[in-house]
């Protein structure tokens, strides 16, 4: 009985294996259907229901461990799009997925490195993205690890990220520099997606541009965080350290803030992220760190993902299979459906059980039922949860704003505040002036009061001036004394003066709260002026006094006798007044006491306003400092820019022309001079940067631009000028680099000198003047005598021509007899006629030119005509070298041919040439002239008789070799049927052989002709001077009249054309 009852217990547990093992079945099914779902080689971005199960099922299985055991299985080296959505859909799993995911990714981070450097190490558009993708991918997972306090969806509060920085400095450096990092990875994927799109509306509208735009979403999440810890650990770091040391952290956040920006601003106006995402605005300009209340004008950047409730149904796509929530509530179904099975058995064993399986049967229903009701409540607060969190974080947007307002409300407060002690200050120094003033009137009360006790003394000495003339010696010694004190009075008073002066001088520069102050010393110093002037009057009046003493003293002189007997009665009255000269003497010694005073506080103020100055000036010093790094920056940024742009691929189709960059670098050593000088000024006066300021800033755009377009003339210069051009090029940027850290510093700001890039572009302007069409080599004002002197070496190398025909005339009737010595006369003959005809076409071609200046230049001289016409006359100089050229190739064609060591078909060409080269000489020649010139009808009559003297040449050779050649005669009689097919096919198989070669030596032909056209244009340019129509210095054998060409490839200029034989030569 007791294992009857046993039985219903093992079948439970037996039932809730199978339905946990089923349950994990479908769950693992369900994974494998979303991840192969999701993960695919479709160009579309990644669905969200697919990501949605997945992170799910990280939170199910408290991990990513089934995730990555079926990622593990996905051809991801195979297909750049495939390792394009696993990237997604990792970045999905480590954002907000189960924290333990973390853990169980960074076990694969090996595998993820490797992924990255080998798509990294293909040419793929999607190759490139998903080597940036991992590299964003590992140093999220690292940082993360590291700091595991801040969770991979970067949402925490900034107390938690106080807490993770701490109080020592050193961590606080460390946590900024890993997180630019972190954003500088952020960013880098950002703006190499954005640029491999078109921004507009049709492209971020196609499911190709959705694939590569879908993960951005994560990355405005993350940058949006990312950016205001930047913000928060800056302005730490500013409280605790130097803003000097802290200047490449706020350079480089600067670069940050404006990358971040443009990549919000352009994400914000593609249609795609209208709808899935709402971005932030930066705010205008950069935080200013080095001022601490600008932290309360900084708002936290709140990202919000609209809330969007995807219906549950049925889809008409073909890779969904079947609609489910969630979390499936359908798992139980199968098993429930399998325990009529596992039930038949113990059935069939032990009978039926009615109560206890109609009771397990009602427990399944109402327990599908709980569970149908748990997932549809689950489902509602999921709905729930998101419209809370959408309201909290607009809650967190105000409460940001009211934050910032409440910092700004502070802010205000502590400026009015100190408005209000200042206020405070100047009322009390306005109740010290005015105590000042008060007492002031005090003192100049007393001296008034004393001059009319001095004023009643001197009454009584005019009514007792008998004893004063009995004591006139002791007046006398009164007086000087008296005197004395006035010119102690005297220097007083100018050096009162003196410093009056130097007040108003320093009262103009003086700011306006000074000036108060300055008018009470004004009122001071007309008060003591007052004083003095009244001093003085007082002692004249004394003065005119004494003299009326003594004028009257011999009149008096009578008197004295009666007047010593009451001498002894004055006696005391006398000692009375000496007691009374002793109190003013001590009252002007206070006075003097008193002045001294006041002139010690005037000192100390000038001091003190003398160290203000000092003070002033440093500040001065260090502000245009900081204007020279920022300027010296912002060259930095110029030339690096210039240099990036020498390995930019889309800059290889970029072109320049050697002139372009000459003026460039010619401006830029212009540019040198002028930093050289302002460097020099800056020093001598530290006060003042202007000069080298704006010598910098037109120094770094000239230089940047002479390497753009010195890589640019690289392009279509040869092998060796353009990697020289292009090493130079980098060379300035290296040694423009150097010159702008120096400054930087002020250590090295003494040594900072460009004469090194003064020697790179230098090299450079060598090396565009190297690569400068030939034609310009000349000067204008030379081009007048270089017309005449290649006319006349033309005239010249002709009858040089003409005398060597008549001696190889003679030598080939002293050698040769018969046939051969008719032919070598009639061909030597006929190419004496046409060096004549060519003799006579120069001649008339000279003096057409001479009309054609005497008539076009007007009140210029020739060699401004010419130099005025410099194209025309360039045509001038090229057709005369063509000319003289020709004349000299077919003396050389003819020696050959009379001594049977060259061909007739040179003579030929060469004939062809030299009417190709007279008739560029007439066409030259006729550019200028008058229609109804007489001359220029005389040297078409002259080009034509020249045409017909070149066709007798060639008929003459043609004659000749007829005449000389063996033709045997052709008897086949005495071959065979099958000796005649075998010599058919061999004269077929030499036939073609033929063809072939002159198909072959055709398009050689033309391919030397456009070479030829594109090289040099004049055949003997760089022939030595006197056109190389020395026959000394003539080649002995050349087998083409173009086998002279120039080593630089470069256009021909626009005067020269190509001299190009005529197209029925070989006819």
């Given at each position: 009985?007791?294992?009857?009852?046993?039985?219903?217990?093992?079948?439970?547990?037996?039932?809730?294996?199978?339905?946990?093992?089923?349950?994990?079945?479908?769950?693992?099914?369900?994974?494998l259907?979303?991840?192969?779902?999701?993960?695919?080689?479709?160009?579309?971005?990644?669905k969200?229901?697919?990501?949605?199960?997945?992170?799910?099922?990280?939170?199910?299985?408290?991990?990513?461990?089934?995730?990555?055991?079926?990622?593990?299985?996905?051809?991801?080296?195979?297909?750049?799009?495939?390792?394009?959505?696993?990237?997604?859909v990792l970045?999905?799993?480590?954002?907000?997925?189960?924290?333990?995911?973390?853990?169980?990714?960074?076990?694969?981070?090996?595998?993820?490195?490797?992924?990255?450097?080998l798509?990294?190490?293909?040419?793929d558009?999607?190759?490139?993205?998903?080597?940036?993708?991992?590299?964003?991918?590992?140093?999220?997972?690292?940082?993360?690890?590291?700091?595991?306090?801040?969770?991979?969806?970067?949402?925490?509060?900034?107390?938690?990220?106080?807490?993770?920085?701490?109080?020592?400095?050193?961590?606080?450096?460390?946590?900024?520099v890993?997180?630019?990092?972190?954003?500088?990875?952020?960013?880098?994927?950002?703006?190499?997606?954005?640029?491999?799109?078109?921004?507009?509306?049709?492209?971020?509208?196609?499911t190709?541009?959705?694939?590569?735009?879908?993960?951005?979403?994560?990355?405005?999440?993350?940058?949006?965080?990312?950016?205001?810890?930047?913000?928060?650990?800056?302005?730490?770091?500013?409280?605790?350290?130097?803003?000097?040391?802290?200047q490449?952290?706020?350079?480089?956040?600067?670069?940050?803030?404006?990358?971040?920006?443009?990549?919000?601003?352009?994400?914000?106006?593609?249609?795609?992220?209208?709808?899935?995402?709402?971005?932030?605005?930066?705010?205008e300009?950069?935080?200013?760190?080095?001022?601490?209340?600008?932290?309360?004008k900084?708002?936290?950047?709140?990202?919000?993902?609209?809330?969007?409730?995807?219906?549950?149904?049925q889809?008409?796509?073909?890779?969904?299979?079947?609609?489910?929530?969630?979390?499936?509530?359908?798992?139980?179904?199968?098993?429930?459906?399998?325990?009529?099975?596992?039930?038949?058995?113990?059935?069939?064993?032990?009978?039926?059980?009615?109560?206890?399986?109609?009771?397990?049967?009602?427990?399944?229903?109402?327990?599908?039922?709980?569970?149908?009701?748990?997932?549809?409540?689950?489902?509602?607060?999921?709905?729930?949860?998101?419209?809370?969190?959408?309201?909290?974080?607009?809650?967190?947007?105000?409460?940001?704003?009211?934050?910032?307002?409440?910092?700004?409300?502070?802010?205000?407060?502590?400026?009015?505040?100190?408005?209000?002690?200042?206020?405070?200050?100047?009322?009390?120094?306005?109740?010290?002036?005015?105590?000042?003033?008060?007492?002031?009137?005090?003192?100049?009360?007393?001296?008034?009061?004393?001059?009319?006790?001095?004023?009643?003394?001197?009454?009584?000495?005019?009514?007792?001036?008998?004893?004063?003339?009995?004591?006139?010696?002791?007046?006398?010694?009164?007086?000087?004394?008296?005197?004395?004190?006035?010119?102690?009075?005297?220097?007083?008073?100018?050096?009162?003066?003196?410093?009056?002066?130097?007040?108003?001088?320093?009262?103009?520069?003086?700011?306006?709260?000074?000036?108060?102050?300055?008018?009470?010393?004004?009122?001071?110093?007309?008060?003591k002026?007052?004083e003095?002037?009244?001093?003085?009057?007082?002692?004249?009046?004394?003065?005119?006094?004494?003299?009326?003493?003594?004028?009257?003293?011999?009149?008096?002189?009578?008197?004295?006798?009666?007047?010593?007997?009451?001498?002894?009665?004055?006696?005391?009255?006398?000692?009375?007044?000496?007691?009374?000269?002793?109190?003013?003497?001590?009252?002007?010694?206070?006075?003097?006491?008193?002045?001294?005073?006041?002139?010690?506080?005037?000192?100390?103020?000038?001091?003190?306003?003398?160290?203000?100055?000092?003070?002033?000036?440093?500040?001065?010093?260090?502000?245009?400092?900081?204007?020279?790094?920022?300027?010296?920056?912002?060259?930095?940024?110029?030339?690096?820019?210039?240099?990036?742009?020498?390995?930019?691929?889309?800059?290889?189709?970029?072109?320049?022309?050697?002139?372009?960059?000459?003026?460039?670098?010619?401006?830029?050593?212009?540019?040198?001079?002028?930093?050289?000088?302002?460097?020099?000024?800056?020093?001598?006066?530290?006060?003042?940067?202007?000069?080298?300021?704006?010598?910098?800033?037109?120094?770094?755009?000239?230089?940047?631009?002479?390497?753009?377009?010195?890589?640019?003339?690289?392009?279509?210069?040869?092998?060796?000028?353009?990697?020289?051009?292009?090493?130079?090029?980098?060379?300035?940027a290296?040694?423009?680099?150097?010159?702008?850290?120096?400054?930087?510093?002020?250590?090295?700001?003494?040594?900072?000198?460009p004469?090194?890039?003064?020697?790179?572009?230098?090299?450079?302007?060598?090396?565009?003047?190297?690569?400068?069409?030939?034609?310009?080599?000349?000067?204008?004002?030379?081009?007048?005598?270089?017309?005449?002197?290649?006319?006349?070496?033309?005239?010249?190398?002709?009858?040089?021509?003409?005398?060597?025909?008549?001696?190889?005339?003679?030598?080939?009737?002293?050698?040769t007899?018969?046939?051969?010595?008719?032919?070598?006369?009639?061909?030597?003959?006929?190419?004496?006629?046409?060096m004549?005809?060519?003799?006579?076409?120069?001649?008339?071609?000279?003096?057409?030119?001479?009309?054609?200046?005497e008539?076009?230049?007007g009140?210029?001289?020739?060699?401004?005509?010419?130099?005025?016409?410099?194209?025309?006359?360039?045509?001038?100089?090229?057709?005369?070298?063509a000319?003289?050229w020709?004349?000299?190739?077919?003396?050389?064609?003819?020696?050959?041919?009379v001594?049977?060591t060259?061909?007739?078909?040179?003579?030929?060409?060469?004939?062809?040439?030299?009417?190709?080269?007279?008739?560029?000489?007439?066409?030259?020649?006729?550019?200028?002239?008058?229609?109804?010139?007489?001359?220029?009808?005389?040297?078409?009559?002259?080009?034509?008789?020249?045409?017909?003297?070149?066709?007798?040449?060639?008929?003459?050779?043609?004659?000749?070799?007829?005449?000389?050649?063996?033709?045997?005669?052709?008897?086949?009689?005495?071959?065979?049927?099958?000796?005649?097919?075998?010599?058919?096919?061999?004269?077929?198989?030499?036939?073609?052989?033929?063809?072939?070669?002159?198909?072959?030596?055709?398009?050689?032909?033309?391919?030397?002709?456009?070479?030829?056209?594109n090289?040099?244009?004049?055949?003997?340019?760089?022939?030595?001077?006197?056109?190389?129509?020395?026959?000394?210095?003539?080649?002995?054998?050349?087998?083409?009249?173009k086998s002279?060409?120039?080593?630089?490839?470069?256009?021909?200029?626009?005067?020269?054309?190509?001299?190009?034989?005529?197209?029925?030569?070989?006819?």
């Open positions: 009985m007791n294992s009857i009852r046993r039985v219903p217990s093992r079948v439970k547990t037996k039932m809730t294996e199978t339905n946990l093992g089923a349950e994990r079945d479908n769950f693992d099914k369900k994974q259907s979303s991840i192969s779902k999701a993960i695919n080689s479709n160009e579309a971005p990644v969200e229901k697919h990501a949605r199960r997945i992170i799910l099922g990280t939170y199910r299985e408290k991990g990513a461990f089934t995730f990555w055991s079926y990622a593990l299985g996905i051809p991801l080296s195979s297909n750049a799009i495939v390792s394009w959505k696993f990237c997604h970045h999905k799993v480590l954002r907000d997925g189960h924290h333990n995911s973390l853990q169980d990714c960074m076990r694969h981070h090996g595998n993820i490195v490797e992924m990255g450097q798509w990294g190490n293909l040419h558009r999607y190759g490139q993205l998903v080597a940036l993708y991992c590299k964003l991918l590992c140093t999220k997972m690292e940082f993360h690890m590291k700091h595991s306090e801040i969770r991979s969806n970067l949402e925490v509060t900034d107390e938690v990220l106080e807490r993770v920085a701490g109080t020592d400095v050193n961590n606080v450096f460390q946590l900024t890993k997180v630019f990092d972190y954003l500088d990875a952020e960013l880098r994927l950002a703006e190499t997606v954005i640029r491999q799109l078109n921004t507009s509306i049709a492209i971020s509208t196609t190709s541009g959705q694939c590569r735009l879908s993960p951005l979403i994560q990355v405005i999440q993350d940058c949006s965080h990312l950016y205001h810890f930047t913000v928060k650990l800056l302005f730490k770091l500013h409280a605790c350290l130097p803003a000097d040391t802290l490449g952290h706020r350079d480089r956040f600067h670069d940050q803030f404006h990358s971040l920006k443009t990549f919000f601003n352009k994400a914000r106006d593609m249609q795609y992220f209208k709808r899935l995402i709402q971005i932030p605005k930066l705010p300009s950069p935080p200013n760190f080095l001022h601490a209340a600008s932290l309360a900084h708002a936290r950047p709140v990202v919000v993902i609209p809330s969007e409730d995807e219906p549950e149904q889809e008409d796509d073909d890779d969904d299979d079947d609609p489910e929530p969630l979390i499936n509530v359908s798992d139980v179904t199968m098993p429930s459906m399998m325990v009529p099975q596992q039930f038949d058995k113990f059935d069939q064993t032990f009978g039926p059980s009615n109560d206890r399986d109609i009771q397990i049967e009602n427990l399944q229903q109402d327990l599908e039922k709980l569970r149908a009701d748990l997932e549809r409540v689950k489902g509602e607060a999921q709905r729930y949860i998101t419209q809370l969190k959408s309201q909290i974080n607009s809650l967190e947007t105000e409460l940001e704003e009211q934050r910032v307002q409440k910092q700004r409300a502070l802010v205000e407060n502590e400026q009015l505040r100190m408005e209000l002690e200042a206020t405070r200050r100047r009322n009390a120094e306005h109740e010290i002036v005015q105590a000042t003033f008060g007492e002031a009137e005090t003192r100049a009360q007393a001296t008034e009061q004393r001059y009319t006790k001095l004023k009643e003394k001197h009454t009584e000495l005019v009514s007792s001036h008998a004893e004063l003339l009995r004591k006139s010696a002791d007046t006398v010694k009164i007086l000087s004394a008296t005197q004395q004190t006035q010119e102690e009075v005297e220097r007083t008073k100018q050096q009162l003066a003196f410093e009056v002066d130097r007040i108003k001088l320093d009262a103009d520069m003086k700011l306006e709260e000074q000036k108060f102050e300055m008018k009470k010393l004004k009122r001071d110093f007309e008060e002026q007052a003095v002037e009244h001093v003085k009057g007082t002692l004249q009046r004394t003065e005119k006094v004494g003299e009326q003493l003594t004028s009257s003293m011999l009149a008096l002189q009578a008197e004295k006798e009666r007047l010593m007997r009451s001498a002894s009665e004055k006696e005391a009255e006398l000692s009375s007044l000496s007691q009374a000269a002793q109190l003013q003497q001590s009252s002007l010694q206070q006075e003097r006491d008193r002045s001294t005073r006041e002139l010690g506080e005037l000192q100390g103020k000038l001091q003190e306003k003398s160290r203000r100055e000092v003070q002033l000036q440093q500040k001065l010093l260090e502000e245009q400092f900081s204007l020279l790094q920022g300027t010296v920056s912002e060259a930095e940024y110029i030339i690096q820019d210039a240099v990036a742009k020498l390995d930019d691929p889309l800059h290889i189709r970029c072109t320049s022309s050697p002139d372009y960059l000459v003026s460039r670098a010619e401006a830029t050593l212009g540019s040198i001079d002028k930093v050289k000088k302002g460097h020099s000024d800056y020093l001598t006066n530290m006060g003042d940067a202007g000069g080298l300021l704006r010598a910098l800033t037109n120094f770094s755009h000239l230089a940047a631009d002479t390497i753009i377009n010195g890589s640019a003339t690289a392009h279509l210069a040869p092998t060796d000028h353009a990697d020289r051009l292009t090493e130079n090029c980098r060379g300035c290296t040694q423009s680099l150097q010159f702008l850290k120096d400054l930087k510093s002020k250590a090295s700001l003494q040594r900072a000198d004469a090194s890039i003064r020697i790179v572009v230098e090299n450079i302007l060598k090396l565009g003047e190297e690569l400068r069409p030939k034609g310009m080599d000349v000067r204008q004002d030379e081009l007048g005598d270089l017309v005449d002197k290649e006319m006349a070496a033309t005239s010249a190398a002709i009858e040089k021509a003409v005398s060597r025909i008549d001696e190889m005339m003679n030598q080939a009737r002293m050698d007899s018969g046939v051969k010595l008719e032919v070598n006369e009639r061909i030597l003959y006929s190419c004496t006629d046409l004549k005809a060519i003799h006579l076409l120069v001649l008339t071609s000279t003096d057409l030119q001479k009309e054609i200046v008539g076009g230049r009140a210029a001289t020739i060699k401004e005509f010419y130099a005025r016409n410099s194209r025309w006359t360039e045509g001038l100089i090229s057709a005369s070298k000319v003289g020709g004349a000299t190739q077919m003396v050389e064609s003819a020696d050959k041919v001594l049977h060259g061909k007739y078909e040179e003579l030929i060409v060469c004939s062809h040439e030299i009417a190709a080269s007279t008739a560029q000489l007439v066409a030259s020649s006729k550019v200028k002239a008058d229609r109804n010139s007489t001359k220029l009808t005389a040297l078409q009559q002259a080009s034509r008789h020249v045409n017909e003297m070149a066709a007798n040449v060639v008929a003459s050779t043609k004659t000749g070799q007829e005449h000389l050649e063996d033709k045997d005669t052709m008897d086949f009689s005495g071959m065979s049927l099958i000796k005649l097919k075998m010599e058919e096919m061999e004269s077929q198989v030499k036939v073609l052989e033929l063809e072939n070669q002159l198909g072959n030596e055709r398009l050689r032909l033309g391919e030397l002709r456009k070479k030829h056209y090289i040099a244009g004049a055949p003997a340019a760089d022939l030595p001077e006197g056109n190389g129509l020395d026959p000394s210095l003539a080649p002995v054998a050349p087998s083409s009249p002279s060409k120039p080593s630089v490839m470069r256009k021909p200029d626009l005067a020269q054309k190509p001299n190009l034989p005529p197209k029925n030569m070989f006819r």
